[in-house]
């Protein structure tokens, strides 16, 4: 596997994977009309592009060496949460998405990535990393809690019209 940061020019290929990758595991769970709306407006070319070149915004990729270097895998930290609870003032890391291929589930790619949101959080000085999960996930509730994260309270996560209840997690640093 290659781990790296991701450059202009990946913004198209990491549009395309988040759809995949989101479809891939919630699609169902949604009308074809909300889930349109979710893909285009989170994972479309110019909003990728954008968080790239910011510097609030911090991605790492994960591709598979021994497939031509295919992208299987990336997450994201962004140094301004957006999620609706009372956070910790400027001390707040946000880690937004963590995407792995299901043919890749198991493997150590999503170990690997959460391993780097926490040292890139704690290397920019934030004290505190908060997440977003499903509440009816708990394959990823269980991830994050054996990363030391915990249940702080609910939320709501809109795809579309449709609301999907959810519970924020937070991980001191």
């Not at 990535?113 to 999960?133: P, T």
Request: proline share 2%; aromatic share 14%.
């Amino acid at each position: 596997m290659i781990f790296r940061p991701p450059v202009a020019n990946d913004a198209a290929m990491l549009a395309q994977f988040g759809r995949d990758s989101f479809c891939e595991a919630f699609a169902h769970l949604y009308s074809a009309e909300n889930l349109t709306t979710f893909l285009n407006d989170v994972h479309n070319i110019e909003n990728i592009n954008a968080q790239i070149e910011a510097n609030n915004v911090h991605y790492m990729l994960a591709e598979d060496a021994a497939d031509n270097g295919k992208l299987i895998g990336y997450c994201k930290i962004s140094e301004k949460s957006k999620l609706d609870y009372d956070q910790n003032g400027p001390h707040t890391c946000e880690f937004s998405q963590l995407y792995v291929l299901a043919s890749h589930h198991g493997s150590g790619v999503a170990q690997k990535l959460m391993d780097w949101a926490i040292q890139s959080a704690k290397s920019r000085g934030f004290k505190e990393l908060v997440l977003s999960v499903y509440s009816d996930n708990p394959r990823a509730q269980s991830f994050y809690q054996k990363y030391g994260f915990t249940y702080y309270c609910d939320t709501i996560f809109m795809v579309g019209t449709h609301r999907d209840d959810e519970y924020i997690y937070r991980l001191i640093l």
